[in-house]
């Protein structure tokens, strides 16, 4: 029974390489990086482009494996794809952007050469804002995985960071410390009323900029690393502070006073409870458990679980200590719903009725508990396992994997499923999905080699510099 078990494990685990292996994306001769899906079955889109975000997952996979070549072809590559220049006009990517996806096509005289989608060509041309804050994580792991702290310190590469951070601190008509995006820039590509400043940004944010702050280090390059130093604290205090929810923060909220105005103000965004689903709240906040809501803003608290955001929080060391546990029980008390027959809902609850209809725009994709608004993507399990492991709760990564192993084989490999509980296939899904396959093996890897956590973690930053922050944004406030 115990040899059965253990072959099954070993064809699930050789067949998800194959997969992976088949999905390795060639150009003039080198692998530079993998498709996002190879399903022949259905018309590929865009699924045939290698997709920056999607790239991560397999990255790290490959970097574990000591195979560093393909994940330095994809950052040469994909820096040599950023504008350097200010864009001529308005349709044009921005300075420093790095595309959504890219593809290699073929000349009339046989030769190659990559052509870029900075959602110009995507549907509803949504504009890839993690790209380039994932591309820098990414190098970071790769230095981490190599020792190879030269490829920072090219030319190329310091511009290509500082223009990144350019574009990031540029100066703008808001006064956060977080980033402002239009809705649909990161995995959640449509319109999922997380225009603003949603957690996903702003914890990817959060991220690049420290591996900004590592790796700019060039002489020039001063000025910008002041802006990294000023900004990195506050932000880091007003996503812990103003994002955080949990009961006590609930109760805050419930009983807040609103049209506060000038220094003494304590609902500082003009919250009204009436907004909240605080009933439903009350229910599902296990007591010990907490975490960061979707987006804040003007008399807005979107209060729905977002997997990416809370995971990678604790995962790059955004979330306190106290928070990172607290996530990580949320998710153990809440398990039905955020990981139920497959690791995990990428956001939870769903949009229903007339708030699906007005958010979504009618988006017959994203139908409650489908594709983004709460469907399952087992992706996001390679997340859950590092978070896991941060925080020393290996056993809660070990169940998801458990569930998750001989179900993703059976089906294919979707790109996410369906379902309050996730046992629908995805309507639409594709099957094969790279970063399902990916997402599995890494997870596993994870698990099985602790030791290469530190290829996404950062430490915490120093306490004193983000109380300093707390300080710094009250006296901002009163000035305000
Ligand atoms: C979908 C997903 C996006 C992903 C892309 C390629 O558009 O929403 O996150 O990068 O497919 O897999």
Redesign the pocket.
Known sequence: MQLDKLETKISIEDEAWQLLENSILYYQGRPIGTL??YDASVEALN?DQC?V??FVSSALLFLIKGRTEIVKNFLEETLKLQPKERALNAYKPGRGLIPASFKVVTNSNGEEYLEADFGEHAIARVTPVDSCLWWLILLRSYIVATNDYEIAYRPEFQTGIKLIMDICLANRFDMYPTLLVPDGAC???RRMGIYGHPLEIQVLFFAALRVARELLICKGNEEIVEAIDNRLPLLCSHLRQHYWIDIHRLNAVYRFKSEEYGKEAVNLFNIYADSLPYYDLDKWLPKKGGYFAGNVGPSQLDTRFFTLGNLMAVISGLSNETQAEAIMNLIEKRWDDLIGDMPMKICYPALQGEEYRVVTGCDPKNIPWSY?NAGSWPVLMWMLTAAALKTNRLDMARKAIEIAKDKLSEDEWP?YYDGKKGRLIGKQARKY?T?TIAGFLLAKELIEQPANLPLVTFEQLPLEAVSRACEFELNSIERY
């Open positions: 996002a899906a699924y997709f975000r999607d995995m959640i590509d983004h790109e999905q970063w």
